[in-house]
């Protein structure tokens, strides 16, 4: 079970690595505009989660239960952090969603479209 729950803690940033590696566009939009970026990297991150499902079925497919069963645990909590930050907003560089329960818009926002 050690095994498989590092395994999957491992993958999701190993293929967001090799995304990287192989669409070097990617690192020139990450220069110009970092929060688009920090988007662009969960979105990957999310589809890194692919390779953690391969792996998960593969090791059913072998009977290797414990490794599947870590696998899965590796994979739930990547989930549950990529769906937090999403939401969450941490990785936003503006007062735009910055998280649950915060206005939308900043007071300066306010400001502009409710002039007297």
């Given at each position: ?22 669409h070097p ?12 970026m920090m988007r ?77």
């Amino acid at each position: 079970m050690i095994a498989g729950w590092i395994l999957g803690a491992v993958l999701p940033p190993i293929s967001l690595q090799l995304i990287l590696y192989t669409h070097p566009e990617y690192r020139v939009i990450g220069m110009l505009h970092p929060e688009s970026m920090m988007r662009l990297n969960f979105q990957m991150l999310s589809m890194g989660m692919l390779a953690n499902g391969a792996l998960f079925f593969l090791a059913l497919r072998l009977d290797k239960e414990t490794l599947s069963r870590g696998v899965l645990h590796a994979s739930m909590l990547w989930l549950l952090g990529i769906i937090v930050v999403k939401f969450s907003g941490w990785y936003s560089t503006t007062d735009r969603g910055r998280g649950f329960g915060r206005s939308a818009w900043s007071q300066s926002d306010q400001s502009h479209f409710c002039r007297g």
